[in-house]
């Protein structure tokens, strides 16, 4: 298995601009989760998917950004408009690890994530 | 402009000694804990998981310690070699918070040849 994969792997935008990032999960994972990582924050999670639907965006930042998942095997992370204090590095990740303590899945499995630099 | 990035505290250890990493977590209600790994360039890499209810996992070459008493968690490996340099994050499953993780902001561990 190739893994999570992500693409653009480097983007470099101006501000205003909007910005798509993609992922491709595991094949046969039912979650998959978008992270944002800055050296400030730390990672973060901005959303989750269970079987294509989002169950929580509550760390989605701001109406500026949103995710879609329109198949199991793809979804998308757009920024519109960009702002340079959404550069940082985004990940997708996926799982179908079960959870003996409920909730979503704590085993996950990281793509190599997405560099943003909005100038 | 560019932002000023925190400073990760950073461990330094020789090839063939034991490293430990160190964790203090903040939800007393948290029940389960995680360790990843994060190489440069690379997105984070599960490493091991312990519940509440255990003080000790073991792993291959590697060791996960809780304290709930103290709310303290380590991580030790055996024999550091230098794959193993890495950003090492901590995480805890906050059951009151529809048990999303919360990531710390990791350990730097750099390991001389």
């Known amino acids: 298995d190739a893994g999570v994969i992500q693409s653009p792997r480097h983007e470099v935008t101006e501000m205003g601009q909007e910005v798509t990032l993609r992922c491709k999960p595991i094949?046969?994972?039912?979650?998959l989760f978008w992270y944002r990582q800055t050296m400030m924050r730390g990672l973060e999670l901005l959303i989750y998917?269970?079987?294509?639907?989002?169950?929580?965006d509550s760390g989605m930042p701001e109406d500026r950004f949103s995710a879609k998942m329109p198949n199991a095997s793809f979804s998308t992370l757009k920024i519109q408009p960009s702002e340079p204090r959404d550069s940082a590095v985004y990940f997708c990740?996926?799982?179908?690890?079960?959870?003996?303590?409920?909730?979503?899945?704590?085993?996950?499995?990281f793509g190599a994530g997405s560099r943003l630099t909005v100038l | 402009g560019e932002s000023v990035g925190l400073h990760l505290p950073t461990l330094s250890v020789q090839e063939g000694d034991n490293s430990i990493i160190n964790c203090a977590y903040s939800?007393?209600?948290?029940?389960?804990f995680i360790w990843y790994k994060q190489e440069s360039g690379k997105g984070p890499q599960f490493i091991i998981d312990i519940r509440s209810n255990m003080d000790k996992r073991q792993g291959q070459r590697v060791t996960v310690l809780l304290n709930k008493t103290v709310k303290h968690l380590s991580l030790q490996i055996a024999a550091t070699q230098p794959g193993d340099s890495a950003v090492y994050f901590c995480?805890?499953?906050?059951?009151?918070?529809?048990?999303?993780?919360?990531w710390g902001l990791g350990t730097s561990l750099a390991v001389n040849p």
């Open positions: 990740a996926s799982s179908f690890a079960w959870n003996l303590a409920g909730g979503p899945p704590t085993v996950l499995t």
């Open positions: 094949s046969g994972h039912d979650y």
């Open positions: 998917f269970n079987n294509n639907v989002p169950i929580d």
């Open positions: 939800n007393s209600a948290s029940d389960y």
């Open positions: 995480a805890e499953n906050d059951a009151g918070n529809n048990r999303k993780l919360i």
